[in-house]
């Protein structure tokens, strides 16, 4: 299963690049329902996800792979059984980049795979989008 969103922010792939590789400034792109709650500088940290009817859960990550200024990836746990691939893609677009945050769900427990089927991924796929809304605000 895949969730994604893009957006176009007005700079170029280098400048983009160079906030989202900060792990520390991610924390300036929680919206209150996805919320960083701790980074490990250069290597990942944790993610708490607070949806409707006070459903919640809480990812560890790691940074896999980096790719100036092209693209950062990495993986997300919930618990011991749900991982998925998260990846930010920064494509040219004119004279700004066209960023793509995605997750692709390679395997996830019983009840992960009823909250993503009953709203979970449209509820996520919102958050991305407001997650790059907040990105671009940082560029202004």
């Given at each position: 299963?895949?969730?994604?969103?893009?957006?176009?922010?007005?700079?170029?792939p280098d400048q983009v690049f160079e906030f989202l590789s900060d792990l520390e400034n991610h924390w300036q792109l929680a919206d209150g329902a996805i919320?960083?709650?701790?980074?490990?500088?250069?290597?990942?940290?944790?993610?708490?996800?607070?949806?409707?009817?006070?459903?919640?859960?809480?990812?560890?990550?790691?940074?896999?792979?980096?790719?100036?200024?092209?693209?950062?990836?990495?993986?997300?746990?919930?618990?011991?059984?749900?991982?998925?691939?998260?990846?930010?893609?920064?494509?040219?677009?004119?004279?700004?980049?066209?960023?793509?945050?995605?997750?692709?769900?390679?395997?996830?427990?019983?009840?992960?795979?009823?909250?993503?089927?009953?709203?979970?991924?449209?509820?996520?796929?919102?958050?991305?989008?407001?997650?790059?809304?907040?990105?671009?605000?940082?560029?202004?």
């Amino acid at each position: 299963m895949y969730v994604n969103a893009s957006h176009l922010i007005p700079v170029r792939p280098d400048q983009v690049f160079e906030f989202l590789s900060d792990l520390e400034n991610h924390w300036q792109l929680a919206d209150g329902a996805i919320s960083v709650v701790h980074v490990e500088p250069g290597d990942g940290g944790r993610v708490r996800m607070r949806g409707p009817l006070g459903v919640h859960r809480t990812a560890v990550t790691s940074l896999d792979h980096v790719d100036p200024p092209r693209q950062i990836a990495g993986t997300a746990r919930v618990g011991s059984r749900t991982h998925a691939q998260v990846t930010w893609t920064l494509e040219p677009e004119g004279t700004g980049t066209n960023v793509t945050l995605s997750a692709r769900v390679e395997d996830a427990s019983p009840l992960d795979r009823l909250l993503l089927s009953v709203g979970g991924r449209t509820w996520l796929e919102s958050r991305f989008h407001r997650i790059l809304t907040t990105l671009e605000g940082r560029f202004e």
